[in-house]
């Protein structure tokens, strides 16, 4: 089947169409777009720049992807926007391009991006991330598989929130949140570790229990972040997914680790 292309859209000369991609009313695809197959952009959506979609995403009215960085340290070139499979942008949603020239702001797989959303210049998501209407990712802010991010959520850039984490709704994130927590309150803190999140995903009570351990240590037994950690290296479970998950963000964080409550 050919695209369905409403007869008010832009389509500018070089875009690239995948099969069976529709485009509404008044939406507009810019020169240096692919659009993967079955991609739909709704009325009045505008897909810009030098900008990839995957096969099968969604892009509702007034929702803008792929526009110029705001970072005033843009010295030209093209740099772009790189995104997978099955993502949905809904209404107002915005993703800007990378700063430098050749370098992407990237997003993978089945991604749920609710209305009003930013993502900033160089941000890198992960998959399966839900964000709530308003949620604000600051340029370089790194996020990991099954996030959740609750409406009006706010992270700092250069931040990073770890695989299966949840920030509420209304907090600010100005350190890196770890895998498996929940995070609340401006400045965020950790309050409790994902326990509906990690069951929904079907991590077996063994694995919960050892979350709970990891959360136990490094937000409860009252030691710093140095002893926190080595006491978790030192464990007898050290070497198990859910330890080396933790261990391993925490060695690359720069920002610090988020305290917790």
Known sequence: MSARIHPT?????????GADVEIGAFAFVGAGVRLGARTRLH?????EGNTHLGEACEIFPYANIGAKTQDLKYKGGNPGVRIGARNVFREYVTV???TND???TVLGDDNTILAYGHIAHDCVLGSHIVTSNSVMLAGHVIIEDHVVIGGGGGVHQFCRVGAHAMLSAM???VQDLPPFFIADGMPALVRAYNKVGLERRGYTQEQLDRVRHIYRVLYRDGLNRSQ???KMAAHPEAQTE???R???FAAKSERGIVPGA
């Open 9 to 17: 859209a832009v389509i500018e000369d070089g875009a690239e169409l």
């Open 43 to 47: 009325h009045h959506a505008s897909v």
């Open 96 to 98: 800007h391009a990378a």
């Open 102 to 104: 050749g370098d992407m």
């Open 171 to 173: 907090a600010k994130l």
């Open 228 to 230: 926190a950690l080595e």
């Open 242 to 244: 859910e330890f080396q």
């Open 246 to 248: 933790v261990l391993a």
